[in-house]
T-cell receptor, first 117, second 112 residues
Framework: DVKVTQSSRYLVKRTGEKVFLECVQD?????MFWYRQDPGLGLRLIYF???????EKGDIPEGYSVSREKKERFSLILESASTNQTSMYLC????????????????FGPGTRLTVL | GENVEQHPSTLSVQEGDSAVIKCTYS??????FPWYKQELGKRPQLIID?????GEKKDQRIAVTLNKTAKHFSLHITETQPEDSAVYFC???????????FGAGTRLFVKA
């Protein structure tokens, strides 16, 4: 059973603070993703990583950075949190991009609801 | 850039009725179309997916249809039950790449 965990369910930070959101998966998945979820906007991709130390920008990378030092762990960093980064953050992982249906399924973590005051 | 449009944003049906959610994608290179269900307070989970070489796929009460020419795909839920109440997201991706683009979501209410 795939397990994707996130370091916090709820987080409250102040404007200007540096924020770390951590995600760990235990299924040896190659790909990991960070999304933010806002009402009416669906899931928007911030960054993804297809291998250790590899990262690619998604649709809304501004104000965020990521780190993937180990295969199982993918961190999202808000260098200087702002109020417009108040959101639900979802991490996901998938095996590889491949020809089998099962290769592409993304497994999501429980989410971190971040509030920036 | 590429996007996925999803309609309706909210759908209310009576238990036992059918529900249909429609999506349109813009990237003609897309070849994989998953649907995720997110129950209140829970994480999204894959419920069904389809590839571009298939026009329809069915799994018990849910089915997905794909019209690649028109760049439309739809989710059909028959004999809806209260436990079908959730937010449903369509998505498209290119299995040669890594980026999955999600629709904005449809909140489905099934009234008992």
């Amino acid at each position: 059973d795939v397990k994707v965990t996130q370091s916090s369910r709820y987080l409250v930070k102040r404007t200007g603070e540096k924020v770390f959101l951590e995600c760990v998966q235990d299924m040896d998945h190659e790909n990991m993703f960070w999304y933010r979820q806002d009402p009416g906007l669906g899931l928007r991709l911030i960054y993804f990583s297809y291998d250790v130390k590899m990262k690619e920008k998604g649709d809304i990378p501004e104000g965020y950075s990521v780190s993937r030092e180990k295969k199982e762990r993918f961190s999202l960093i808000l260098e200087s949190a702002s109020t417009n980064q108040t959101s639900m953050y979802l991490c996901a992982s998938s095996l590889i991009q491949g020809v089998r249906y099962s290769d592409n399924e993304q497994f999501f973590g429980p989410g971190t609801r971040l509030t920036v005051l | 850039g590429e996007n996925v449009e999803q309609h309706p944003s909210t759908l209310s049906v009576q238990e036992g009725d059918s529900a249909v959610i429609k999506c349109t994608y813009s990237d003609s290179a897309s070849n994989y179309f998953p649907w995720y269900k997110q129950e209140l307070g829970k994480r999204p989970q894959l419920i069904i997916d389809i590839r571009s070489n298939v026009g329809e796929k069915k799994d018990q009460r849910i089915a997905v249809t794909l019209n690649k020419t028109a760049k439309h795909f739809s989710l059909h839920i028959t004999e809806t039950q209260p436990e079908d109440s959730a937010v449903y997201f369509c998505a498209s991706s290119n299995t040669g790449g890594f980026k999955t683009i999600f629709g904005a979501g449809t909140r489905l209410f099934v009234k008992a």
